[in-house]
Each structure stands twice: as structure tokens, then as C-alpha cells.
């Protein structure tokens, strides 16, 4: 019995019969098609490492059923743009290493979803998002973290305890402020908080020493924040690129003359 099965831009609306008895699946692809929802018999295929459900623009739902799928390590759903809500059983996916749900219109993520501890890939770019889980921190294996474009207000105390994460993405949302544990991610690399509502740079970020690439962008350029900016971004060592729209150019001159190894950028 085949272990893969590639349906990908067949014209599917619904899901085709009888494809639940090919119970040795480990790959399914269903991404560009027609799908509006999806039943219960998606459960019955326990041997699924990866699902592919992109692009089905019409995917209004999930069932339940989705969380007997123990084995799952790939769910991918970016662009099912009538997809509002995660079922609460994907919580169960305790092998799941990437989800992938990019573009939908999900209003939330499911307090569920911090029991996969094996996750290590969150993609939530563009959504409908204002919060997230509380206990997002319990995702231990966590190394990206995308989230841009989205309504995001405040981030949850816990997500200093992502230790294991390298890259956090947070372009275009409505935070105001960062919490004092952010300065617990000593692993992180690549941090984005442009277009956000920010009065000035928080003072958390300049804890982060393994920092290779930080976006602003859109912070008020007033002497206040240049000399905070002039006086601590030298301590972030390993910083290779700063991006900051407008950075007037005596503040550049400046920065070239106390952390010359960084590259001011517009991005």
C-alpha cells in the first residue's frame, strides 16, 4: 500500500472517497484545491508524518478527528484564508515539528497548542490575531517564531522561556511594550519589530548579545531615543544589521564610529 499520495490542483471539493482506508499513508498532499471542510475521516490515517492542506481557500474548518494523527510532524495550511479557528485537539500532536498557518484569517491560536513541545517552527504571518496562549513558553523546542501582520497588543510573560528560540518576527502589530523576560532569549538571532507602536526601543532587546539582525523601524527619531540608541547598541556584539527607516545621518555617523561592524538598512 502506498505511503505518499499527491492530490495537489486536482479540483477537489470534497474529500474523495474512500481515501481513509489507505491507512498506511505518511504524506498527504491536498494543498490547491477546492476543499470547504474537511470530516471526521480524516482520523482514521494514523500514519501521517505530513499533511499538506495549502491553499484550499474555502477551508472553513478542521475536524476534531485531526488530533488522532499522533504522528504528524508536518501540518501546513498557509492560504486557506476561510479558515477562522484551530480544533483544540491539535493539541495532541505531540510529534508535530512545523505548522504552517500563514495567511488564513484565525482570530486566535488554541491555549492547546503549548503542549506541543517537540514544535519547532510556528509560521502565523498575516492573521487576525490580538494575543497569543499564555503558557507559549512551554513550546521548548521552538527556534522560529513567525507572527507579522497581524493585531497583536502585548506578548505573554512566558515567552521568555522559549530558550530554543533563534528567530522572532513581529513586523506590523500593535505592541506597545515587550516583557522584561524577552531578555531571557539568549539564543535569538534575528528580532523584527517594525511598524509596530513602540514610543521607543525597548531596553530588553539590548540584552540579547547573540542578536545578528534587529528591525525597528518607525520609532520616533528624538534625542532621547538616538542617545539610548548611540549608547547601548554597541553592547549587542554580534549585530551585523540594523533596520530603521529614516535613522538620521549623524546618528548613522555615529554608529559607524561605535559599532562599525553594523550596516544601517531601510528595510
Not at 497588543?153 to 524577552?182: C, E, M, Q, V, Y
Amino acid at each position: 500500500m502506498a505511503t505518499k499520495l499527491n492530490l495537489l490542483g486536482t479540483g477537489l471539493r470534497a474529500w474523495p472517497p474512500g481515501l481513509e482506508k489507505q491507512t498506511k499513508l505518511q504524506e498527504l498532499l491536498l494543498s490547491e484545491n477546492e476543499l470547504v471542510r474537511i470530516g471526521p475521516e480524516l482520523g482514521q490515517l494514523v500514519e501521517l508524518r505530513t499533511l499538506k492542506l495549502n491553499s484550499n481557500k474555502r477551508l472553513k474548518q478542521l475536524p476534531a478527528e485531526l488530533g488522532n494523527l499522533v504522528k504528524l510532524q508536518r501540518l501546513e495550511l498557509r492560504y486557506c484564508s476561510s479558515l477562522t479557528a484551530l480544533p483544540a485537539e491539535i493539541g495532541r500532536l505531540a510529534k508535530l515539528r512545523l505548522l504552517d498557518v500563514d495567511e488564513c484569517a484565525l482570530r486566535r491560536l488554541p491555549d492547546e497548542l503549548s503542549t506541543l513541545v517537540n514544535l519547532r517552527t510556528l509560521l502565523a504571518q498575516q492573521n487576525r490575531l490580538t494575543s497569543l496562549p499564555a503558557q507559549l513558553g512551554n513550546l521548548r523546542s521552538l527556534t522560529s517564531l513567525w507572527l507579522q501582520s497581524n493585531q497583536i497588543k502585548s506578548l505573554p510573560a512566558s515567552i521568555g522561556k522559549l530558550r530554543s528560540l533563534t528567530k522572532l518576527l513581529l513586523t506590523n502589530n500593535h505592541l506597545t511594550s515587550l516583557p522584561d523576560s524577552l531578555a531571557e532569549l539568549k539564543k535569538l538571532t534575528v528580532l523584527r519589530l517594525g511598524n509596530n507602536r513602540f514610543k521607543a526601543i525597548p531596553l530588553e532587546v539590548f540584552a540579547l548579545e547573540k542578536l545578528v539582525d534587529l528591525g525597528v523601524g518607525k520609532i520616533p527619531t528624538t534625542p532621547k531615543n538616538m542617545k539610548q540608541l548611540v549608547d547601548h547598541l554597541p553592547k549587542l556584539r554580534a549585530l551585523k544589521t540594523l533596520a530603521w527607516p529614516r535613522l538620521p545621518d549623524e546618528i548613522k555617523q555615529e554608529l559607524r564610529k561605535r559599532a562599525p561592524k553594523v550596516r544601517v538598512v531601510f528595510r
